[in-house]
């Protein structure tokens, strides 16, 4: 959905780099999220925020932290890289209006941790 | 932990034919998603099915819903080659939380 965008798109990192990935979205939605895709799994939460002065702790936010620039932006930083880190990553937006959680999803970034 | 869990894990099938998927939950929900994913890329979202229906029909799709056994279904009918990718259910609890499953691999043979 071009709606949502993610860069980088594809990134390759080494052990103990911080690394940021950013996500913009211009649906005008005041949810927005981050997963982690391992493959052949489903998607796992990391941190969720519901608008620009809320951020919560998902499934899996160990070794991750987020910033939420403004409602149209939500940033996913990893502090220090680790190999078990390596795999996909979506961000994904909903609108609270519809009370359904209906999520759009960006493209994703692969993220390899060397 | 995944609230939804799909069955089967992968199927293959051949153009022409219906697939069939399976979501079973745990807890109560308000309404149930599905999701399709192509290889790599993000998740689109198909139909939503709410905890007070019982079956939904948008196009060839067809999702039915069974509270009682917190369950759900996915038929595809007519399968095309395009219909080739990994779908996932996803339940909205009464915190309006998403939960994904995870997912069957579909694969349509030309």
């Known amino acids: 959905d071009a709606d949502v965008t993610q860069t980088p798109r594809n990134r390759i990192t080494k052990t103990g780099k911080r690394i940021m990935l950013e996500c913009s979205q211009t649906?005008?939605?005041?949810?927005m999220y981050w997963y982690r895709q391992d493959p052949g799994l489903g998607l796992r939460l990391i941190y969720y925020?519901?608008?620009?002065?809320?951020?919560n702790k998902g499934e899996i936010s160990d070794g991750y932290s987020v910033s939420r620039q403004a409602q149209a932006k939500f940033s996913l930083s990893l502090e220090s890289a680790i190999p078990n880190q390596t795999a996909l990553y979506f961000c994904?937006?909903?609108?609270?209006?519809?009370?359904?959680?209906?999520?759009?999803f960006g493209p994703g970034t692969r993220l390899t941790v060397l | 932990s995944q609230q939804g869990e799909e069955d089967p894990q992968a199927l293959s099938i051949q153009e022409g034919e219906n697939a069939t998927m399976n979501c079973s939950y745990k807890t109560s929900i308000n309404n149930l998603q599905w999701y399709r994913q192509n290889s790599g890329r993000g998740l689109v979202h198909l139909i939503l099915i709410r905890s007070n229906e019982r079956e939904k029909h948008s196009g060839r799709l067809r999702v039915t819903l069974d509270t009682s056994k917190k369950s759900s279904s996915l038929l595809i009918t007519a399968s095309r080659a395009a219909d080739t990718a990994s779908y996932f259910c996803?339940?909205?609890?009464?915190?309006?939380?998403?939960?994904f499953g995870g997912g069957t691999r579909l694969m349509v043979k030309p």
């Open positions: 996803a339940t909205v609890n009464a915190g309006n939380m998403l939960t």
């Open positions: 649906k005008g939605h005041d949810r």
């Open positions: 994904a937006t909903s609108d609270f209006r519809t009370s359904t959680d209906t999520q759009y």
């Open positions: 925020s519901f608008d620009v002065k809320d951020i």
